[in-house]
T-cell receptor, first 115, second 115 residues
Framework: ETGVTQTPRHLVMGMTNKKSLKCEQH?????MYWYKQSAKKPLELMFV???????ENNSVPSRFSPECPNSSHLFLHLHTLQPEDSALYLC??????????????FGDGTRLSIL | AQTVTQSQPEMSVQEAETVTLSCTYD???????LFWYKQPPSRQMILVIR??????QNATENRFSVNFQKAAKSFSLKISDSQLGDAAMYFC????????????FGTGTRLQVTL
């Protein structure tokens, strides 16, 4: 069983829809992350949360809105997306700043397709 | 800004043979961490091995070892006795110390293992 669970695994939506991606970690970690993985491009960090506080927004368009209600849950709310937003969205967690050599544990990802 | 370069988009190795995946990075920091992650098809990212920059000794994890050349900013991964289950995308990643654990990834190398 993976320590980081993402739902849904696949999502197809139109450009005017509103949907949310969910991530849950069962590892007791303090930091959670959203990444975007597009074909033939490096993984792109989108957002970082430490102890529920957003510590990094990597110039992500406002049509992506993260939410971190507690250290175990992370959401990515999607609204009015564009076709170029189609990608694999990966969630990860780690022990956080003080032990920054600790690895990030990744979920299986949500494959998002924008029609 | 830190960058990570993986110059081999694809590699192939025969089962039981040894293969080396290359990675170079650019940073002005003296203390940082380096990682290799494995992403099997349609599955989550898995940490393979990590190296602290202040350690001169190369990290080793069973059949996986690294050749860390700090002056050259090189961090290659050697897989010995390759197995079919090693087939995956391999990502090299860099992280500074004392930050919100932001990982910078390379574009990845797809490894095929043949019989």
């Amino acid at each position: 069983e993976t320590g980081v669970t993402q739902t849904p695994r696949h999502l197809v939506m139109g450009m005017t829809n509103k949907k949310s991606l969910k991530c849950e970690q069962h590892l007791g970690h303090n930091a959670m992350y959203w990444y975007k993985q597009s074909a033939k491009k490096p993984l792109e960090l989108m957002f970082v949360y430490n102890f529920k506080e957003q510590t990094e927004n990597n110039s992500v368009p406002s049509r992506f809105s993260p939410e971190c209600p507690n250290s175990s849950h992370l959401f990515l709310h999607l609204h009015t997306l564009q076709p170029e937003d189609s990608a694999l969205y990966l969630c990860a967690s780690s022990q956080g700043d003080s032990l920054s050599n600790q690895p990030q544990h990744f979920g299986d990802g949500t494959r998002l397709s924008i029609l | 800004a830190q960058t990570v370069t993986q110059s081999q988009p694809e590699m192939s190795v025969q089962e039981a043979e040894t293969v080396t995946l290359s990675c170079t990075y650019d940073t002005s920091e003296s203390d940082y961490y380096l990682f290799w992650y494995k992403q099997p098809p349609s599955r989550q990212m898995i940490l393979v091995i990590r190296q602290e920059a202040y350690k001169q000794q190369n990290a080793t994890e069973n059949r996986f070892s690294v050749n860390f050349q700090k002056a050259a900013k090189s961090f290659s991964l050697k897989i010995s006795d390759s197995q079919l289950g090693d087939a995956a995308m391999y990502f090299c990643a860099y992280r500074r110390t004392g930050t919100a654990s932001k990982l910078t990834f390379g574009t990845g190398t797809r490894l095929q293992v043949t019989l």
